[in-house]
Antibody, heavy 120, light 107 residues
């Protein structure tokens, strides 16, 4: 069974960098779109971006200047870095697997989510 | 960005009811829509992909339809575990976008 698990600090100071890691177990890294989605408290879901197993990335233009997603295939981990954070970046951050073997892509497995609060 | 608008935003229904949730895209997205449900404090779970394909393990009381700009999720006979928030999502073009959610509550 595929499982995803987010890890990282739950509190980040304004203007600093939010860094999260997602560890994948029970499945292959290949041929999937490893993604991040966030959800501010009490609000809806926002796509942040993905990295394909080849290393190709796609970012939401609303965050593009601040976000980097990277992949370590040997560790079966992918990471999110979001710099210059503000209170508006406070959210539950989910990692998810994008499945696209029979296009279109959809998110078939999700991590449990990690709440990241931006506050001094 | 493609905007996804769900209706209604909230809905009260009883166990055994048939329920329909609608999602409208701001432009044609062919059949590139998926549906998820989310319970409080939990991650979203996929129900339907490619507008009408049932995700493995999802009960057959869930069904999806539509193409172009208008899509529906139907639950044929509500069960207690179905009370949750439902989201549609388009994957026609990036940035992928979600509807604002429909909260399904017990009447």
């Amino acid at each position: 069974q595929v499982q995803l698990q987010e890890s990282g600090p739950g509190l980040v100071k304004p203007s600093e960098t939010l860094s999260l890691t997602c560890t994948v177990s029970g499945g292959s890294i290949n041929n999937y779109y490893w993604s991040w989605v966030r959800q501010p408290p009490g609000k809806g879901l926002e796509y942040i971006g993905y990295i394909y197993h080849s290393g190709a990335t796609n970012y939401n233009p609303s965050l593009k200047t601040r976000v980097t997603i990277s992949l370590d295939t040997s560790k079966k981990q992918f990471s999110l870095n979001l710099n210059s954070v503000t209170a508006a970046d406070t959210a539950v951050y989910y990692c998810a697997r994008g499945e696209a073997s029979s296009w279109p892509l959809y998110f078939d497995y999700w991590g449990q989510g990690i709440l990241v609060t931006v506050s001094s | 960005d493609i905007q996804m608008t769900q209706s209604p935003s909230s809905l009260s229904a009883s166990v055994g009811d048939r329920v329909t949730i609608t999602c409208r895209a701001s432009q044609s997205i062919t059949t590139y829509v998926s549906w998820y449900h989310q319970k409080p404090g939990k991650a979203p779970k996929p129900l339907i992909y490619h507008a009408s394909s049932l995700q493995d393990g999802v009960p057959s009381r869930f069904g999806g339809s539509g193409s172009g700009t208008d899509f529906t999720l139907t639950i044929s006979s509500l069960q207690p575990e179905d009370f949750a928030t439902y989201y549609c999502q388009q994957s026609y073009s990036t940035p992928y976008t979600f509807g604002q959610g429909t909260k399904l509550e017990i009447k």
